[in-house]
């Protein structure tokens, strides 16, 4: 396994014939074939830890370039304060799995593991959209922390001041990262970038029923309602549009962009449903976030409504009662996570992740291997499988 270091090591640039800069996007595993022509060796599978290392430092780099703003240093000393705040906030660690997943879909697009500085900067802005995302997020939820630090209305402020700059905030990235989407000097940046502005909207209807639906009954209510938010607020936003986007750069086929569509769907509704199981068994200091949030307002998960569909009258009508929106104590959570878990609701979603992971597994055995992409994507779904964070 390679070191930290060696995967920086790894995103050392090299000239390309035009005088572009490129980066590797991945290191690949040393191929046992010794002695073997590399005509005629296979593409090694990648190494992910060390390529997901990579990724993490590569676009901690370009983030901290992104959000130096000469221009805006003259308009006003709180907020050139602010904006350090923001940078901070913006860098904390995190899985970068959107820039990632540009870098892939690129990668599959050109047949080649190699991209040049242009890419990483759309990857990037990719990871501040998602930035600006969260930050309306947490408002809306009125969550307290976020990456294992305070949300960043809770830096900003008391109250609704807070929420108020936090918004402005958002705002702010939103604009910025279309910016550097547009400004990254690759031939179809319009187009993967009005493709992602497309996701965007979506993703806001995905919001807008997560925040309605709880003030709905359990009654009214079916598992596709549930299915339906995952798609639009996670599959598609988290995992699609990167992997279209990153092969829209590449000026792939319209074939590979239908097969990336449905591969995304699929991770993403994987992805989506285990962040469920999370949200109502996961550990907060593992998880990076309150683990009692989503039954404090009552979110309309994969798990509780299958657990509904499946209850008797009585743990039904307990349910309705126990997921209204509103403060609970930890008696009343312990008992909406048995009654999830009794009346099947959790062994249900965990059904719904394998068969989502294996669809996504049929898809991928039909991808270039693009330097032997497909073991680290294969890598990739079985950590989503199995995280706990």
Known sequence: MLTLVNAVQDTMPTRGPSGSTNYPVMKERKSS?????????????????????????????????????????????????????????????????????????????????????????????????????????????????????????????????????????GDHLYGRSLEVMLGCNLPEADVATRYFLKVCRYTAAG???????????????????????AYLKTALYGFTAPLVCGAMLAGADPELINKLERFGRYVGTAYQLRDDLLGLYGQSSVVGKPTDSDLAQGKRTFALLAAYLRATPEARQE????????????????????????????????RLIERSTNAASRILATLPEAGGLKQMLRDLLQMLMIREA
């Open 319 to 350: 349910l309705e009662t126990l997921c209204i929106p509103g403060p609970k104590d930890e008696t009343m959570l312990q008992r909406a996570r048995e009654l999830v878990e009794i009346s099947g609701g959790r062994a249900a979603t965990e």
């Open 207 to 229: 919001q807008y029923m997560d925040i309605r639906l709880p003030y709905q009954p359990l009654a009214e209510l079916s598992i596709y309602h549930a299915l339906r938010v």
């Open 33 to 169: 074939q010794a002695g073997t022509p590399a005509a005629e060796q296979s593409a090694s599978p990648v190494d992910f830890v060390s390529w997901a290392k990579t990724v993490q430092y590569q676009t901690q780099v370009v983030l901290h370039q992104i959000l130096e703003l000469e221009d805006e240093r003259h308009l006003d000393p709180a907020w050139n304060k602010v904006l350090e705040q923001v940078r901070s906030y913006s860098l904390r660690p995190s899985k970068r799995i959107r820039p990632g997943l540009v870098l892939v879909g690129y990668a599959l697009g050109r047949g080649d593991t190699r991209a040049p500085s242009g890419l990483w900067r759309f990857a990037a802005a990719t990871e501040l959209l998602h930035t600006f995302m969260l930050i309306h997020d947490d408002v809306a939820d009125q969550a307290d922390t976020r990456r294992g630090g305070a949300a960043l209305h809770k830096m900003l402020g008391e109250g609704r001041l807070g929420e108020n700059l936090a918004i402005v905030i």
